[in-house]
């Protein structure tokens, strides 16, 4: 996920996963600047747009959603509302001139801004699984895995240097589903190493927990 270029828009922005031969994803935007968006113990909302299939693929993405935000670390908790004044938006579209800063390559992407809700994109013509349900045939991708990754970002982790995706899921290109690491559904020391030094621990680590941001 990150070749590097492109213009950094607002705070943060996240790795874009493009289409690139032999069925591998890189990127094509910077990694995440270190800038504190949502602020340690920050307690928001994300939706579904209508446009993300019902069903197993909302499960799968709300799976990676919450591995991210029950960790011990004071980073961002996010849970899902049908709202629409909610901090996160999921989208699921065919890539265009208005999404993912015009890329028309991508395959996932997330931004994080500080005057307006996270979007995290996912392609519509790319395979998607969740092990047992899929979008297409073909070579297909983890969406848990990948919304993982992407949530990653959102929380503010750049992509791990070091490309040992024993020690990492927010890497720089992912594996096709079925391949070693191409289901990579839990946060690695790295995630965690990152997520502590950039938002330290919990102060809340036994529910029930407040539900606004902590001071």
């Known amino acids: ?6 213009r950094v828009l607002g705070l943060v922005i996240g790795g874009f996963l493009v289409i ?47 591995t ?13 509302t049908t709202s629409s004044t909610a901090n996160g938006t999921i989208q699921y579209l065919k890539p265009s001139s208005n999404s993912c800063d015009g890329d ?21 013509d790319t395979c998607w699984t969740d092990g047992t349900n899929s979008t297409c ?16 970002h959102i929380n503010r982790l750049s992509h791990h240097v ?15 589903y079925g391949q070693i690491y191409g289901t990579n559904r839990f946060l690695r020391w790295a995630d965690n190493d990152g997520l502590h030094a950039l938002y330290g621990h919990d102060p809340c680590t036994l529910p029930p ?3 606004e941001p902590v001071p």
């Open 162 to 176: 070091n490309p040992a995706y024993s020690d990492a899921v927010v890497q720089l290109t992912p594996y096709p």
């Open 209 to 211: 927990c407040p539900l």
């Open 68 to 80: 991210i935000s029950s960790t011990s670390y004071a980073n961002p908790t996010f849970r899902v």
């Open 1 to 6: 996920m990150s070749a590097w270029g492109r």
């Open 104 to 124: 028309l390559s991508w395959r996932a992407c997330a931004d994080a801004y500080s005057d307006k809700p996270f979007r995290l994109w996912l392609a519509s």
């Open 20 to 66: 690139a031969p032999i069925s591998t994803a890189r990127a094509a935007a910077p990694d995440p600047i270190k800038s504190d968006v949502w602020g340690k113990g920050f307690t928001g909302t994300y939706r579904f747009a209508s446009n993300v299939p019902s069903g197993w693929m909302r499960s799968a993405i709300s799976r990676a959603i919450a």
């Open 137 to 152: 045939g073909g070579t297909k991708y983890d969406v848990e895995t990948v919304a993982l990754n992407e949530m990653g």
